[in-house]
């Protein structure tokens, strides 16, 4: 898979590509991604991006030339591209999206705004989706597509060392991870729960499915709801209510 990203400031990329697994996902050949400086789309000596909004306001408005300019060299090649804009007013990003667009073959184009706003004719013209990662306001879109490229990335096969990793992180089941514990086994008095030491795989098991329904019911009640529970969940669930109060 492909990301191509256009940006006003690709050295945000560039640093955050070149470390840890996504670099050597791209040094594998298992995804691809390329920054593309929007400023590169300009025409005149400035290289000038934003200008005054029409009805006047705050801020600057990127201007439409040089977004139109970059997706249209970018798709000159003729292979077809999903194009995204990172913006607010997008669909909430979320893991089953993320695992979706894994599993999809078309690359992708990531449209990273600035300023004010961006131009309507490049939204309305140019995007196939807008996406958020969540209801705040960002100072651009670069974080965002660092977020996408990253979610996305790691649930390709081969970009993590561990097939399993993915399979059991939160969110993939739809509640969040139980409890991690590594060596020592005793540190300043706190101690690894003794199942973990005991090494019957099922009692294991069943104390980390139970340990991470009782971390989302405290810290996320809402996903209980919206979780494919067992019905063993269901037993597990009431238990925590109960021992919880």
């Given amino acids: 898979m492909k990301f191509d990203i256009i940006t006003i400031f690709p050295e945000i990329f560039n640093a955050y590509l070149n470390e840890s697994i996504i670099k050597r996902a791209i ?18 000596r400035h290289r000038t991006v934003d200008d005054y909004p029409y009805g006047g306001g705050p801020g600057m408005v990127m201007k439409p030339e040089p977004f139109f300019n970059a997706v249209e060299t970018i798709k000159s090649d003729g292979i077809p591209r999903r194009t995204i804009m990172l ?30 706003a961006v131009d309507e004719r490049v939204r309305e013209n140019l995007v196939d989706e807008e996406i958020s990662i969540g ?50 086994p005793e540190f300043r008095g706190l101690m690894v729960p003794e199942v973990l030491l005991s090494g019957n795989h099922k009692d294991i098991s069943n104390w980390r499915r139970k340990e991470a329904l009782r971390r989302t019911i405290l810290k996320r009640p809402d996903l209980i709801g919206r979780a494919l529970l067992t019905d063993k969940d269901h ?3 009431s238990e925590i209510k109960e021992e919880e109060g």
């Avoid at 050949?29 to 590169?40: G, P």
């Avoid at 667009?101 to 184009?109: A, G, L, N, Y």
């Avoid at 977020?147 to 097939?163: H, K, S, Y």
């Avoid at 739809?174 to 020592?184: A, C, S, W």
């Fill in 135 to 184: 209801d705040y306001i960002l100072t651009g879109g670069e974080l965002p597509a660092l977020v996408i490229i990253d979610t996305v990335a790691r649930l390709i096969p081969g970009v993590l060392g561990d097939e399993r990793s993915n399979e059991e992180e939160s969110f993939t089941w739809g509640i969040l991870d139980y409890p991690q514990y590594t060596r020592p």
């Fill in 235 to 237: 037993k597990l669930v």
């Fill in 87 to 116: 913006s607010p007013q997008g669909k909430v990003f979320n893991q089953g999206m993320a695992l979706s667009m894994s599993k999809e073959t078309q690359d992708m184009i990531l449209i990273c705004g600035r300023y004010e």
């Fill in 27 to 44: 040094n594998k050949k298992i995804i691809e991604a390329k920054v593309h400086n929007l400023r590169d789309f300009t025409a005149d």
